[in-house]
């Protein structure tokens, strides 16, 4: 629909909100199938990644943004985890 001439044509905005949030769901996907990001990840965080990437893929903003900000924080939240971990054992 993005790109099609009888609806509006190409928007440059909305194509790249997708391909953003694209990228996001396949990592937070690749991540909950091999149970691992930056630490092995516990069953509750493997069910919430597989329910943002989901929710990352829904067409309203107000579902998506909120997905993409949980799913960052997610992730900042797993590397601060990592490097906490690495800290202790050095």
């Known amino acids: 629909m993005l790109l099609v001439e ?5 928007e440059l905005l909305p194509l790249l909100s997708i391909c953003v949030r694209l990228a996001l769901a396949l ?4 991540s ?3 149970r691992y990001d930056a630490t092995p990840l516990k069953i509750p ?3 919430l ?3 943002l990437t989901v929710l990352l893929l829904v067409i ?3 579902v998506h943004w ?3 900000a949980v799913a960052l924080v997610l992730i900042r939240f797993n590397q601060l985890r990592f490097r906490q971990a ?5």
């Open 6 to 10: 009888e609806v509006g044509g190409y």
């Open 27 to 30: 990592w937070l996907l690749n």
């Open 32 to 34: 909950a199938f091999s």
């Open 45 to 47: 965080e493997v069910l």
């Open 49 to 51: 990644r597989f329910a």
């Open 60 to 62: 309203w903003p107000s």
């Open 66 to 68: 909120a997905a993409f």
């Open 86 to 90: 690495v800290a202790v054992t050095i």
